[in-house]
């Protein structure tokens, strides 16, 4: 079972350029979220998505925008990375509201 | 907003002997669901336990369970006979139960525990 599955695991971009984290999960979950973690930090909700075709901002969604896909897939796109954006970025999605959250294994990314 | 506070940045036990993490949260609501979550060196998130708060009863899984005052709205976990494989980042984390049912989890800045030989 691959659960959920990030892609890629790391990257390395300059400033200004753009990039699409993907997100795909297998367990026929409805809900699904991007975090961010920061050195010392716990993980942050940047944007949730309730079902296919709706999407909700989390606390720190400046700098990013999200696509639900399809039931499955659900992504993460920097148009303009900045150096702030560095940080190691997870996925994961839950079945329901009474279930718990399965994470992707997350990606570093890193903005020079 | 809800906030969840750890406030044991480090922590360190002998192998085989027990350990507590604490564990603070502020929420006005009522239903809710809290969470351990680990994360080891590989950087993946494991779930290790979850309390809902409408059950009186403490969680237990295996070697690990929690304390849960609600009342005082503290979470603590207990590792028992420590292993070398627990050492990690733990992470408590909260979530309501409330609004569309799709809330994300609010999570502490995690305790790095430390399991020595």
């Known amino acids: 079972n691959a659960g959920v599955t990030q892609t890629p695991k790391f990257q390395v971009l300059k400033t200004g350029q753009s990039m699409t984290l993907q997100c795909a999960q297998d367990?026929?979950?409805?809900?699904m979220y991007w975090y961010r973690q920061d050195p010392g930090m716990g993980l942050r909700l940047i944007y949730y998505s309730a079902s296919e075709g709706t999407t909700d901002k989390g606390e720190v969604p400046n700098g990013y925008n999200v696509s639900r896909l399809n039931k499955r897939e659900f992504s993460l796109r920097l148009e303009s990375a900045a150096p702030s954006q560095t940080s190691v970025y997870f996925c994961a999605s839950r079945p329901n509201r009474e279930g718990s959250a399965f994470f992707g294994q997350g990606t570093r990314l890193t903005v020079v | 907003a809800q906030t969840v506070t750890q406030s044991q940045p480090e922590m360190s036990v002998q192998e085989a002997e027990t350990v507590t993490l604490s564990c603070t949260y502020d929420?006005?609501?009522?239903?809710?669901?809290l969470f351990w979550y680990k994360q080891p060196p590989s950087r993946q998130m494991i779930l290790v336990i979850r309390q809902e708060a409408y059950k009186q009863q403490n969680a237990t899984e295996n070697r690990f369970s929690v304390n849960f005052q609600k009342a005082a709205k503290s979470f603590s976990l207990k590792i028992s006979d420590s292993q070398l494989g627990d050492a990690a980042m733990y992470f408590c984390?909260?979530?309501?139960?409330?609004?569309?049912?799709?809330?994300?989890?609010?999570f502490g800045k995690g305790t790095h525990l430390i399991i020595q030989p």
């Open positions: 367990m026929n979950h409805n809900s």
């Open positions: 984390a909260y979530r309501a139960y409330s609004g569309g049912g799709a809330d994300g989890l609010t």
């Open positions: 929420t006005s609501e009522s239903d809710y669901y």
